[in-house]
């Protein structure tokens, strides 16, 4: 048996693009944790490791210990990844 899926937003206060993203899951009854990077550079500075990027926000998505981040803007981007998680439920 497979382990829930797992969904982090990383995101800043303001952020229009955010806040849609979490709308978008929320449709969806995606549960998920945010990771609010407004008045936190070293969080971004995670971002920029793992990623190479600053820039939010960024989705991680996984189960049973392989993830996956979207990083592309867009909310297409978004469901192609999260579109085979929905299926097996």
Same mark, same amino acid.
């Given at each position: 048996?497979?382990?829930? &899926? ?7 206060? =303001? ?7 979490? *709308?978008? &899951? %929320?449709?969806? *009854? ?5 990771? $609010?990077?407004?008045? !936190? $550079?070293?969080?971004?500075?995670? &971002?920029?490791?793992?990623? =190479? ?6 989705? %991680?998505? #996984?189960? $049973? #210990? ?10 297409? !981007?978004? %469901? ?5 998680? &929905?299926?097996?439920?």
């Amino acid at each position: 048996m497979s382990n829930p &899926l797992s969904v982090v937003v990383w995101s800043k206060q =303001g952020c229009h693009y955010c806040s849609e993203v979490k *709308q978008f &899951l %929320e449709e969806k *009854q995606v549960n998920y944790q945010t990771v $609010d990077v407004t008045n !936190h $550079d070293e969080y971004r500075d995670i &971002l920029e490791v793992k990623y =190479g990027i600053r820039h939010v926000p960024v989705v %991680e998505i #996984g189960q $049973d #210990g392989i993830y996956q981040g979207v990083t592309e803007v867009g909310i297409n !981007h978004l %469901e192609k990844v999260l579109a085979p998680f &929905l299926q097996n439920r």
